[in-house]
């Protein structure tokens, strides 16, 4: 399953580095490349120490930041103040141009991640950076995060929706700066915000919602929570959300909803991971066997199931899903 799963991974890595969303030519996961999901689609990479995949893939993100740098600059001067202002979230994976069209592209988590996995990865000796001019691209990020104040910047979030004040888009943009504030300058008072709003939010997600599948990124990979904060966030996650054949991402989610909240395959890989790192074998092995279970009959993790049916969407395979999938079984070898 785990080579299964690099050969999904590695069909949906485009030759100029940035992985594409699916596999399924019939949507436009096939055809686009998120930042963020690119930064979950290399950690299956990483994890079998594919490093060469890795290091393109974020080499090529910083050359897509680097072609839009006019754009990061004009955000630092000033604040934005509409959303095509904001550094996008998705891009052709073969020009590196923006997608234009409106829609939740306020996505702050997106840029707490990359900055966090560019510092985590340089620390383990993975070398990302290549030169001063990728130096001089992150160091504008972290520029850029303070200008939009990230603390209280109302975003999209992971989900590209609603535009709220997200724990787990704050808690990426924390999560980033302690990682990257290695390499780069990052002010201390600009964490500390961070951190702040982290506290008064959680174990909330947002304003109008209690839980959410995003706050697992808190745990796993960001670490940024307290135990406390870890053990609500997990117990939130698995009472209110946890489905037969997937997590849903929050209560009366209506994308892809038909007779309730579609079922996200990856919650359960998600979940496995964070168990296994908490030393808790018997709740890896579950989750892990849940994984399996709504592994399809290609070996592929779609995206999600209808609720309450064994039907799922076109997005299939899903890269981040299946990456973190790669993931759970290779720290499950041991369980």
């Known amino acids: 399953m785990i080579q299964k799963s690099i050969h999904i991974l590695t069909q949906l890595q485009h030759p ?28 299956g990479f990483e994890a079998v ?38 550094i996008h979230a998705r891009f052709d994976p073969e020009t590196f141009d923006e997608f234009q069209e409106d829609w939740g592209n306020k996505q702050n988590d997106a840029i707490g991640a990359l900055l966090f996995k560019i510092g985590d990865l340089e620390s383990k000796g993975i070398r990302v950076i290549r030169d001063k001019d990728d130096e001089r691209i992150i160091q504008k990020l972290v520029y850029y995060l303070n200008s939009i104040q990230y603390w209280h910047d109302k975003d999209s979030g992971m989900w590209e929706e609603n535009e709220e004040v997200h724990a787990s888009s704050v808690g990426a943009c924390v999560a980033g700066l302690k990682k990257i504030s290695k390499i780069v300058d990052v002010p201390q008072v600009l964490i500390q915000k961070g951190e702040e709003t982290l506290n008064q939010l959680l174990p909330r997600e947002s304003d109008s919602k209690d839980t959410d599948l995003a706050l697992l990124s808190l745990i796993y990979p960001y670490n940024v929570v307290s135990d406390e904060q870890r053990m609500q966030i997990l117990q939130d996650v698995e009472r209110k959300l946890v489905r037969q054949r997937g997590v849903i991402r929050y209560a009366a989610d209506f994308y892809f909803n038909r007779n309730g909240e579609a079922e996200w395959t990856f919650g359960f890989p998600w979940l496995a991971i964070i168990y296994k790192q908490l030393n808790r ?33 076109e997005n299939t395979p899903l890269g981040w899903g299946q990456s973190l999938m790669v993931v759970a079984m290779t720290k499950n070898q041991t369980a």
């Not at 974020?58 to 959303?83: F, G, N, S, T």
């Not at 592994?295 to 199931?305: F, I, M, R, T």
């Open 49 to 86: 120490k594919r490093h060469k995949e890795v290091v393109k893939a974020y080499q090529a993100l910083l050359d897509v930041l680097k072609k839009h740098e006019y754009k990061i600059d004009w955000a630092i001067v000033e604040k934005p103040q509409h959303r095509w202002q904001y």
């Open 281 to 313: 074998p018997d709740k890896a092995a579950f989750y892990m066997r849940k994984t399996l279970e709504v592994v399809n009959k290609a070996g592929e993790l779609p995206e999600l199931y209808y609720a309450n049916t064994d039907e799922h969407n």
């Open 16 to 43: 100029k580095g940035l992985f594409v969303a699916a596999l399924d030519k019939s949507t436009h996961y096939s055809r686009q490349a998120w930042i963020r999901d690119n930064i979950y689609a290399s950690l």
